[in-house]
């Protein structure tokens, strides 16, 4: 964590190495009773290693807002006045070890995310009439079609238009196994293309491409501070003016009213004054969220900053929008019934006539259709019933497509064949006449491979799991049941997000697919937006997977819960011993150098290695015949 106007980028090796040199020289000097050699090297690490505290520290003061820098300032300064010049020195280059050390932990972990767009090539080259031309990335349109070989970055998002080849793509997905791209599949910028020759049509330009976006939303994610990081900011406030008052009476009240040596108390105070500086308890919560942050992103999972992190570990209720999250969000044809003496190929052209819209069923029923060869024909007077179906003329006769509430109002008895299909959780379109049903064609939304294991796992963790559907109550039972978890069913949007408010008392995560689901994500305690690299996906959620991978969501829990551990491990042994050293020092039981070895830069290295366990969370390999 930064304290003062910039942080360390790299580690100053020269004042590292140098000041432990000097420092050494000057007790080995001092031990020999050589005392100007000593002092002149006490001189040299303040003047050359701890100007810029000191600077820092003047600054605050004159903003009339004393920093972490003042008080080393004044303790290493009061050493040196005090006649303790070794351990002045001392303070200052520890103190600069463990900031330089803390700020430049976080900047690795940080940057490791934040320069994956240099993952991006600069150059491309780009199919233009009858040639190719190798043109800087930037310059490339929209629309315009660009040549990956083996062996070589893709540049840009878009899709394959031309050959097969296995893809990278770690850095965007976290995927350990590279996967097959052949037409039509999408491609992202920064993937590795391994063995095949790839022509792209470019769909983004290089700023909206999805690792620019996963770089840009990681950067922000890492400004916004957790309800934790603020408390601990807020307490630093109260501790550090509080000790700070506590070193100042020990240092005059016992020479004042007791009588004791003036000197002896004013150096347990400078111990104080060191004590006093929350470094490691200021940067406690900070590196364990940029180290979960990060370590998501390279797994696919992007984390907007703190608050996901801290609300998964209290949450209860998982609740799944079932389209296109615990399902894979198409429908298709699963059974197809000819009543009343129809013919299977008539029934099945006249519903795909009459069906010609971009309606997910009317979609499902002519691809179905056009696989067995029956192609779509004119119809006449067609006609939309709103939450029905529709109307339209054939031949010269009049045919219904919809659901059974269109037939129900003809009072059109209802077969029980219809009954049994929607028990298994499958929808209904009917097709008949004015007076009779003459075909039932059933389409269901598969269950994902994964959805399964999934439920399970959540249940296995303690999670009590709800599903939440627009579907009819006999749809949402079936597949409730089959994943063994309750259902809310016949909800619209806004139904959905009541559903969340009455869940969200228990602590809620709601999982949707980033798009009809943002009011309800947007309400939870957590929202997770299953996006397959969508735009929206990284807008309205707390959470965004980059693929639409389930098995991501216990990862994501398992990493909240224990980052949290680990915050509170590192604020609590913070507060432990700096409270054993400041007991110590009232004692005079503890010398100033080795206050600052254990107190600051002991226990800031302490913390930022905990910290980075937090990497070592990752989610369970999928099993090789589910990695494409």
């Keep these: ?114 320069s994956l767009a240099e993952l991006v090539p600069e150059r491309t080259t780009v199919k233009r009439g009858d040639s190719e031309r190798n043109v800087p990335v930037e310059e490339v349109k929209v629309g315009e079609v660009i040549i990956v070989r083996p062996g070589e970055r893709i540049p840009l998002d878009g899709i394959v238009v031309s050959g097969t080849s296995q893809v990278n793509q770690a850095p965007i997905t976290g995927e350990s196994i590279s996967v097959t791209k052949r037409r039509g599949d999408r491609v992202f910028a920064g993937s590795l293309n391994e063995d095949g020759y790839l022509e792209i049509k470019v769909d983004k330009p290089q700023e909206e491409s999805l690792i620019s976006k996963i770089s840009e939303l990681v950067r922000k994610s890492l400004e916004r501070k957790s309800k934790t990081e603020s408390f601990i900011e807020r307490f630093s406030g109260y501790y550090t003016p509080l000790v700070v008052s506590i070193a100042v009476l020990i240092s005059i009240v016992p020479p004042l009213l007791l009588g004791e040596p003036l000197g002896d108390w004013v150096y347990r105070g400078l111990i104080m004054l060191v004590i006093a500086c929350p470094c490691a308890l200021a940067i406690s919560t900070p590196v364990s969220i940029v180290s979960a942050v990060t370590s998501a992103a390279r797994n696919g999972v992007l984390l907007r900053g703190g608050k996901p992190i801290e609300e998964v570990s209290r949450s209860k209720v998982i609740a799944f929008d079932k389209t296109g999250t615990l399902t894979k969000g198409e ?30 069923i009317s979609k499902a029923i002519s691809k179905y259709s056009s696989n067995r060869g029956i192609e779509p024909r004119e119809i006449e007077e067609l006609k939309l019933v709103p939450g029905r179906g529709v109307i339209g003329k054939l031949d010269g006769r009049k045919y219904y497509l919809g659901n059974r509430e269109l037939f129900e109002d003809m009072g059109i008895e209802i077969p029980r064949e219809i009954d049994e299909l929607e028990n298994e959780g499958k929808t209904i379109a009917i097709l008949g006449t004015s007076s009779k049903i003459i075909g039932v064609i059933a389409l269901r939304d598969e269950l994902r491979d994964e959805s399964h294991e999934l439920i399970k796992e959540l249940r296995r963790m303690g999670f009590r799991t709800v599903m939440l559907t627009g579907d009819n109550e006999r749809v949402a039972r079936a597949i409730s049941g089959e994943l063994e978890m309750d259902f809310l069913a016949n909800l619209l949007p806004e139904d959905k997000v009541k559903a969340i408010e009455r869940l969200s008392e228990e602590g809620v995560i709601m999982v949707g697919d980033g798009i009809n689901d943002a009011p309800a994500l947007a309400r939870a305690n957590v929202g997770i937006a299953m996006g397959d690299g969508a735009d929206v ?92």
């Excluded at 050359?48 to 600077?55: A, E, L, Q, T």
């Excluded at 820092?56 to 005090?82: C, E, H, K, Q």
């Excluded at 959620?541 to 224990?562: A, C, H, M, T, W």
């Excluded at 609590?572 to 010398?591: C, R």
């Design 331 to 360: 429908l298709a044809v699963t059974d197809v019934l000819h009543l009343n003496g129809s013919d299977m190929e008539e029934l099945l052209s006249i519903a795909t006539s009459l069906g010609r819209s971009k309606h997910p």
């Design 537 to 628: 996906a990284l807008e309205v959620s707390d959470v965004s997977l980059i693929q639409n991978d389930l098995s991501k969501i216990p990862y994501v829990i398992r990493l909240g819960e224990r980052t949290m551990g680990i915050i509170k491990q590192n604020v609590f042994s913070s507060i432990i011993v700096k409270g054993v050293i400041a007991v110590l020092a009232a004692l005079g039981e503890i010398t100033l150098w080795l206050a600052v070895t254990l107190g600051d830069l002991g226990l800031s290295l302490a913390v930022i290695l905990n910290a980075m366990r937090i990497a070592r969370t990752k989610p369970q390999e999928k099993k090789e015949e589910d990695k494409g």
């Design 1 to 114: 964590m930064p304290r003062r106007e910039c942080c360390r980028t790299t580690l100053d090796k020269r004042k590292i190495v140098g000041g432990a040199i000097a420092l050494s020289i000057s007790i080995l000097s001092s031990s020999l009773g050589l005392r100007s050699p000593s002092i002149i090297l006490v001189v040299v690490i303040a003047v050359w290693i701890g100007s810029d505290i000191f600077k820092s520290g003047i600054r605050s003061v004159l903003r009339r807002r004393p920093n972490i820098d003042f008080l080393v300032s004044v303790a290493a300064v009061g050493a040196i006045l005090t006649e303790h010049p070794l351990e002045g020195a001392a303070v200052i280059y520890l103190f600069f070890l463990a900031e330089s050390l803390e700020e430049y932990a976080v900047f690795k972990a940080e940057d490791s995310l934040l």
